[in-house]
């Protein structure tokens, strides 16, 4: 064979071999995230999620977490039949939430929902 022929082989070769890596790499990621969103689902973790962004005090844990579960309550009634509402149902628990936290806690929750919105 000639050299430039084995060359693209060797190329064609390497570049096959990128790709599948890249495939199964995409693949790892995506069970990753699905695995997270089905966490989500269970209220213990929803509640964990939004108590480690806030970070309350004791007297606002209180006073959040019955928030939070009525609000992954609605979620899962969401998520069972379909995805119409969804903002609707996040800005009421964003506003309702903002009544127990200080201006600190929510920033970082604000933080936190742009972050959850490019994905």
């Known amino acids: 064979m000639k050299k430039t022929v084995k060359t693209l082989v060797l190329f064609l070769i390497t570049l ?3 790709v599948g890596i890249g495939f199964e790499i995409s693949e790892m990621i995506l069970k990753n995230h699905f695995a997270k969103m089905q966490e989500f689902k269970r209220p213990e973790y929803f509640v964990k999620f939004y108590e480690d962004v806030i970070n309350p ?3 606002q844990k209180k006073v959040i977490e019955p928030i939070l579960l009525k609000y992954h309550k609605r979620l899962d009634v969401f998520t069972t039949k379909g995805f119409k509402g969804f ?3 996040m800005d009421s628990l964003k506003t309702e939430l903002y009544a127990s936290i200080t201006s600190e806690q929510k920033k970082k929750l604000d933080e936190k929902f742009r972050e959850m919105e490019k994905h």
Request: no cysteine; aromatic share 0%; proline share 0%.
């Open 57 to 59: 005090d004791t007297n």
């Open 16 to 18: 096959l071999i990128g």
């Open 87 to 89: 903002a609707g149902i």
